[in-house]
Nanobody, 126 residues
Framework: QVHLVDSGGDSVQAGGSLTLSCVVS????????MGWFHQAPGKERLGVAG????????VYADSVKGRFTISQDSAKNTVYLQMNTLTPEDTGMYYC???????????????????WGQGTLVTVCS
């Protein structure tokens, strides 16, 4: 069973940067995408970035394009989210997730969410 551990959340000033990490452990034979989701206070959880494990093809929500970068280090079983030019709207919990989509599909396409991290809190102060 796959297990995800998120870390890296912190409080930063607007315009600052953070890097989130998601360490993947356990056997996972089906998930082919890893993603990051953002849940702002009082709002629903939304996907912000995803990476297809086989090709490293990445997809991003419009709200983070050009500011966030998702990457993977297979040797360390870790997925990262580099977050730059942070704004107060980026405040909230960030969750790593493992997902299965059809072979060759985009990580933004519908699929099955297989596991969640416990979340890490990002606070951006204006």
């Amino acid at each position: 069973q796959v297990h995800l551990v998120d870390s890296g959340g912190d409080s930063v000033q607007a315009g600052g940067s953070l890097t989130l990490s998601c360490v993947v452990s356990g056997y996972n034979y089906r998930s082919n995408c890893m993603g990051w989701f953002h849940q702002a206070p009082g709002k629903e959880r939304l996907g912000v970035a995803g990476i297809y494990m086989g090709t490293s093809r990445a997809v991003y929500a419009d709200s983070v394009k050009g500011r966030f970068t998702i990457s993977q280090d297979s040797a360390k079983n870790t997925v990262y989210l580099q977050m730059n030019t942070l704004t107060p709207e980026d405040t909230g919990m960030y969750y790593c997730a493992a997902k299965t989509v059809a072979n060759g599909a985009s990580c933004a396409d519908p699929g099955t969410l297989d596991a969640w991290g416990q979340g890490t809190l990002v606070t951006v102060c204006s």
